[in-house]
């Protein structure tokens, strides 16, 4: 009786890219400065490296990307080939923040839309609506402040949303 190979699919495709990868072991340690990542996806990477990584579970790692920032967190090796130019692994992402996630998914697919930016944007515009309509009422009502305050509350809630949404950051 035969046992039928697992097939593993994975949730996102492979992309070929060769990113500079630098890594150190679970105590800091450097491990290597010159790794070279690819076929890098948001859930992991292959590399090469010229330092020994056979008997490594964790390794802690930082892609520098082409726009020349980077990306760092915790991988766990899930597969190991030496061969005469170096060592050859797999890496599963085990800890990244979800900002660097959404940086390498950039990488590979192309800066996606900033529904953040819209967000602020749209908020700037309630807030000068808003307060063009109660503007507008203080001058109906001859500078009477009750009927333009609901109008006037309004720009201010979106006035200060947008300048939270603008300065807080991602994660």
Do not use: C
């Amino acid at each position: 009786m035969s046992a039928e190979p697992s097939r593993v699919r994975r949730r996102h495709s492979r992309f070929l890219i060769d990113l500079p990868l630098t890594l150190w072991d679970s105590h800091h340690r450097l491990i290597d400065s010159g790794a070279s990542a690819h076929d890098v996806t948001p859930d992991g990477f292959g590399f090469e490296s010229r330092a020994d990584i056979k008997h490594r579970i964790l390794v802690y790692f930082e892609l520098r990307l082409p726009d020349s920032g980077s990306v760092s967190g915790a991988a766990r090796l899930a597969w190991h080939r030496q061969t005469e130019q170096g060592d050859w692994a797999g890496a599963k992402i085990v800890d990244i923040s979800r900002a660097d996630r959404r940086r390498i998914i950039e990488v590979i697919h192309g800066p996606s839309y900033n529904w953040r930016g819209l967000a602020t944007r749209g908020l700037i515009a309630l807030a000068l609506v808003a307060g063009g309509f109660g503007a507008q009422s203080l001058l109906d009502h001859g500078g009477d402040l009750l009927p333009a305050s609901p109008w006037l509350a309004v720009a201010a809630a979106a006035a200060v949303a947008a300048v939270f949404n603008s300065v807080v950051p991602e994660d």
